[in-house]
């Protein structure tokens, strides 16, 4: 597994009660994908890569003191990562951003193929996972050039940064 993270705070603000914090906190990972692409199924390195986001995750929520959004974002997290895995192109990036009033999280996977909703019946295993996200999130979408999706969070105020 190749892995790559990269952490950055923006510069300090005072919150509504006083304390300094950063404006804004980015944590990013790259992942180089173990299947080559377009092949199924995905190599057991590559299954087990939402679970260890989901572990990174909830670290790094708990750090940031975001412990109320970690099993909603953990929830998104692995929705979009695992399709990142199943039906992208190249290596996957996951960016987790915080800012003042949100959480965002987005992840890359460099195909250009739009992800697009899904009405999946009730015997299918499988294609609720933007369901899911559109209703949790209170926010998401897919970049213009279709390899990235996002999603984000509002902060409350007890969280907030």
């Known amino acids: 597994m190749t892995l790559t993270v990269l952490g950055r705070q923006g510069p300090q603000v005072r919150d509504g009660r006083g304390r ?55 929830l998104l997290l692995t929705e979009l990562a695992t399709n990142a895995f199943q039906h992208g192109e190249g290596d996957v990036t996951v960016t987790w951003r915080l800012d003042t009033a949100h959480l965002s999280i987005l992840v890359r996977d460099g195909s250009p193929a739009r992800p697009a909703l899904r009405t999946a019946d009730s015997a299918s295993e499988r294609g609720r996972g933007l369901c899911l996200v559109q209703a949790l999130a209170d926010r998401w979408g897919v970049s213009d050039d279709g390899t990235t999706v996002h999603c984000s969070l509002d902060l409350p105020d007890a969280v907030s940064a």
């Not at 092949?39 to 990174?56: E, F, H, K, S, T």
């Open 20 to 74: 300094s914090a950063p404006q804004v906190r980015l944590f990013e990972v790259c992942i180089a994908r173990s299947t080559p692409i377009g092949q199924q199924p995905l190599a057991v390195a590559d299954q087990r890569r939402p679970r260890q986001l989901r572990r990174m995750n909830c670290a790094l929520l708990g750090y940031w003191g975001l412990r109320p959004c970690i099993d909603t974002a953990a």
